[in-house]
């Protein structure tokens, strides 16, 4: 079964930056999937912060992230990015990466089927 892989995640203070990766375990079965990233908080529902199709044409962003993250994949190497700016402390939480096969619809945990072990985010004042 595929699994994603993230890293990249830490502490950094308020106002820094970190880049977390997203990699398979295995190539795909399908030519295009779509990627998001998502993050829960403890005692918090799990949210969408970040999703992007398989061509990087259509890309939804999390209204409290727009202007501070951003999105991106290669292909070719099967690997998905997250690039997160000007950090706040209720950026905090576990981040997740996930796929699905096909076109990007909404940006909702239940559109994604393929799931990562998440990696830890966590933002001090």
């Known amino acids: 079964q595929v699994r994603m892989l993230e890293s990249g995640g830490g502490l950094v203070q308020a106002g820094g930056s970190l880049n977390l990766s997203c990699t398979a375990s295995e190539r795909p079965k399908d030519k295009w999937y779509a990627v998001g990233w998502f993050r829960q908080a403890p005692g918090k529902e799990r949210e969408g912060v970040a999703c992007?199709?398989?061509?990087?044409?259509?890309?939804v962003y999390a209204d409290s992230v727009k202007g501070r993250f951003r999105v991106t994949r290669d292909n070719l190497k099967s690997t998905a990015y997250l690039q997160m700016n000007n950090l706040k402390p209720e950026d905090t939480a576990m981040y997740f990466c996930a796929t699905k096969a096909g076109l990007l619809g909404q940006c909702v945990d239940r559109e994604f089927g393929y799931w990562g072990q998440g990696t830890q985010v966590t933002v001090s004042s």
């Open positions: 992007i199709a398989g061509s990087g044409g259509s890309i």
